[in-house]
C-alpha cells in the first residue's frame, strides 16, 4: 500500500498515521474507524492557496464540502483561509454551526428547495451557484420578499467530456447539471439574470467532472468559457467578473493513478485564464475553483477488524472485514479500486491473494478484489488508503449497520471529531404508531 502524508510503518511493525499507531487507535476507538490524517488535509489546502497566490490572479479556493462535510473539517477550511461550497441545507447547516463565516460560503445545487434558498439567503451566503431558469426565478423572488440582493454564478456546461467515470463526469451537453452553452441556454440565462433586480450576476461556473488526472480538459473549458464570456460582453455588455472552474482534481488511489501535482493543475488553469482574459476586450476576472477529493481524498485511511474467512479452493478466499459498503460504497458504485494492507503486521511480506468483503447482505459488498496480504488472521486490523473523500459523506445505515467514528490524528495525538453512532441513534427516528402494540405491552 502506497503510504500518504505523514503514513509510515513504525518500529513495532504497524502503520503509523500523523505519528499515532494505527493499533492503538483500533484499541482506543474501535473499527471501523475513519482516520484523517491532519497534516495532509492542511498542507494540500496550502498547496492550493499557494499556487493561487503565485499565479498573481484574485482567487478563491472552495472546499467542495460534499467530499467529507463534518464540523472540524469547516474549522480547518476557515483556518486556512478558504472558502466553502455547499449542496444543501445539511452541508450549510453544519459550516454554519461549525461557524464558518457565512460570506464565504458557496450554494451549488440542481434542484434547491424554496426552503434551503430562503435558509440560505438568511444566513447571507456569498454566493449562490444557480443552476436552473426555475431557481433563477425563484432566488430573485424569495430576495426580493426579504429584500436582499444576492451574489450569484450561473453554472453551464461547456460541453467538454472529462476522461472519468460516466456517473462522475459532468461538463458534457446531456448533463442533468447546469445551462448548456451548446443550444444557447447559457446565453439566455445570463440575458435574464442580468435583467433581474435581486441578483447580482458575478460570472459563470463549470464544473467538468471529477478523478481527472489531464489539464486539457480544464484548458478546454477554460477556453470555452472565455469565449462565452467574450461573446455575452460583446453582445449584451455583461462583464463576467469571477470565473469558477469547478474542481476534479484526480488523487492517486492505485500504483495506476496518475495525479498531477495540485501546483500543475493550477498552474493549467490560471495560465488558460491569463491567455484568454486580460486584453482591452476582456478584464482580467477572479478564479475560483471547487476541489473536494483532492483535498481530503488521500488524507483518509478506514481500519477494519478482520472476522471470517472463506476459501474455496482454486477459485477465491474471501476475507470479512466489520465494515463495508456501509462505509464505503465507491467500490459498488463506480467499480473504484482501493490498496490495503494489515496495519498490525505492516512489514510482512505477501503470502496470499485474497479478496476484501463487506458484512453487508449483498454479493456486490467487497471493497477489493484480488489483494496480496501476508496470511490473513481472523483480528488483523486491515487499513484502506485513500478513504477521505465519499466515503463518510455517503455511508448508509443499510442493514441497520451504524456509521464508524471519524478521527483526526496530528503530531502524536487522536481527535475524535464524529462519534461512532449508537444504536439509540439507529432506532432514534423510529415510531411505533399509537395502534400497534406498545412496547410495555410486549413483554
Ligand atoms: C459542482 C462541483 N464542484 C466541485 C466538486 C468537487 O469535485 P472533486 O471532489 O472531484 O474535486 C464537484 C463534484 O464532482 C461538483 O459537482
Ligand atoms: N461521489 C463521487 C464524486 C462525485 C462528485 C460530485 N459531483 C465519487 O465518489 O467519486
Redesign the pocket.
Known sequence: MYLHGTSKINDQGHLEIGGVDATRLVAEYGTPLYVFDEALVRGRCREFVEAFKASGLKFQVAYAS?AFCVMAMCRIVDEEGMSLDVVSDGELYTALQAGFPADRIHFHGNNKTIDELEMAIDAKIGCFVVDNFIELQMLDAIAGEKRQKVKILLRITPGVEAHT?EY?S?GQTDSKFGFDMGNGSAFRAVQEASQLRNVELLGVHS?IG??IFEVEGFRMAAEKVAGFAVQVRKEIGVTFKVINLGGGFGIRYVNEDSPLPVAVYVKAITDAIKDNFGSNDFPMPEIWVEP??SIVGDAGTTLYTVGTTKDIPGVRKYVAVDGGMTDNP?PA??D?VYEAMLANRATEQPTEVVSIAGKCCESGDMLIWDLNLPKVNSGDVLAVSCTG??NYA?ASNYNRIRRPGVIFVKDGQSDLVVKRETFENIVGNDIIPARMKQLSETV
Open positions: 460534499k467515470h462522475i459532468t464544473h471529477s478523478q473536494g477529493r465507491r458504485l463506480y473504484a473523500a465519499y455517503m
